[in-house]
């Protein structure tokens, strides 16, 4: 292909993008304190960050971090395995294992690299992997760069899945990989069916518990905790970019899986180690998860009142999962981002998702409250979201 014709193929598929009404245009945020963030400068509620406890603004975070960059400067260097692992990468991995139960934990450059790097390296020629449809897209990416069998199933028909198990011949690895809650819909993976069906086909089960961390459990350990099943789930992912309000992916587990983790792992051997000062604001993070459940109890009010008025206004897609990300499924995306920019003139910023995020046709608002926003604050947020479907409509 010649420039020229490069140039074209790249002008007509942007063409492409606009014309199905999927272009992404980026813009730029000042993150505010408390919820909000300011946008062409002005105020908005920011009901589309996953800071779900308030901590990515914590005075408490960022001082941790200061007194580390004052100490080790800013970028880590190098890989963790060559010479980019500090004492505060230690302590981090060390206050993970306390916090989730297990011997040992590893870090990695971000959630994504945690999924993309752990689902390659587990499964290869004549495994099978069998992915949630509605999985990230960094556990597909992990999936597809495997090289096993990729099987995508629905959790909402485990018999198929049930099925295709049964089928399942020679001895290769099986494995299922799952968010425990579901990034774009706020529903929860079946985690103890899940389990079962893992126990009973010798499946390892590999759960992403990205907007589990810090929001759900009794120690806010997330789903596999509330629902009473870590022990059953082969290996737990979590991230330290969401409720943890710091930056960064980990795996927490035995001492050999770990060890076998730090020799496998692609995204984690070849990339190098998160800074030193994101590890010591996570420590952090973790010691106020432990000490002020509150920060969750206030969360999840906030999210059960908006729950609760959406279900009212027949907004609301599943009526049987709970937390704080909920769509509001419009369908269309021009009707997507036309009520997205109706709110954001009223004050509020929603995300707006469409394909390929999401399933064609399915085009949303995807609200996410955090503990830091105020009763107040979400009456509002429903009344501009009235006055705005009020004019352009509501499909469903
Ligand atoms: C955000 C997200 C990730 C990626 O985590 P990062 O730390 O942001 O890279 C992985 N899985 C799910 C389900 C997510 O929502």
């Not at 409720?243 to 990339?271: C, H, K, P």
């Not at 003139?345 to 949303?364: D, E, K, M, N, Y």
Request: with cysteine; hydrophobic share 40%; glycine share 8%.
């Amino acid at each position: 292909m010649s420039s020229s014709g490069f140039s074209e193929w790249i002008e007509d598929d942007l063409q492409k993008l606009r014309n199905a009404g999927l272009f992404r245009s980026r813009r730029t945020f000042k993150p505010l304190p408390d919820g909000r963030c300011l946008q062409e400068g002005r105020e908005l509620v920011n009901l589309s960050s996953n800071d779900y406890l308030n901590l990515a603004h914590d005075p408490r975070l960022i001082s941790a971090a200061v007194s580390a960059l004052e100490e080790t400067g800013v970028g880590a260097r190098a890989s963790a395995l060559v010479s980019g692992r500090t004492e505060w990468h230690a302590q981090l991995e060390q206050r993970l294992a306390d916090f989730e139960g297990t011997d040992t934990a590893i870090l990695f450059p971000s959630g994504y690299a945690a999924n993309l790097g752990v689902v390659s390296a587990l499964a290869g020629e004549g495994d099978t992997i069998f992915c949630d449809r509605l999985n990230h897209a960094s556990l597909v990416d992990g999936c597809r760069l495997a090289g096993a069998a990729f099987r995508v199933y629905r959790h909402d028909r485990l018999d198929k899945l049930k099925r295709e198990l049964e089928k399942k011949t020679g001895d290769g690895k099986t494995i299922i990989v799952t968010d425990s809650i579901f990034s774009m819909d706020g529903t929860w993976a079946p985690l103890v069916d899940l389990c079962e069906l893992a126990e009973q086909y010798h499946a390892i089960l590999v759960v992403d518990e990205a907007h589990g961390t810090g929001v759900w459990g009794p120690s806010g350990r997330g789903l596999a905790e509330e629902l009473n099943v870590e022990s059953r789930v082969t290996i737990r992912i979590g991230t330290l970019s969401k409720a943890l309000g710091a930056m960064g992916g980990f795996v927490s587990g035995s001492d050999s899986l770990i060890e076998w983790l730090w020799n496998r792992v692609r995204t984690q051997i070849y990339s190098t180690a998160l800074p030193p000062a994101i590890c010591a604001a996570a420590c952090e993070s973790l010691e106020i998860i432990n000490a002020e459940p509150q920060r969750r109890q206030q969360l999840h009010a906030q999210a059960d009142f908006l729950r609760q008025e959406l279900a009212a206004r027949s907004l609301l897609a599943d009526t049987t999962s709970a937390g704080p990300i909920i769509p509001v499924i419009l369908e269309a995306p021009e009707r997507t981002m036309a009520i997205a920019a109706d709110l954001q003139a009223a004050g509020f910023l929603a995300g707006s998702i469409r394909p390929p995020t999401v399933p064609q046709g399915t085009s949303r608002l995807r609200i996410s409250v955090t503990s830091a926003h105020q009763r107040e604050d979400l009456e509002r947020f429903l009344k501009a979201l009235d006055h705005s479907l009020a004019r352009y409509g509501q499909s469903r």
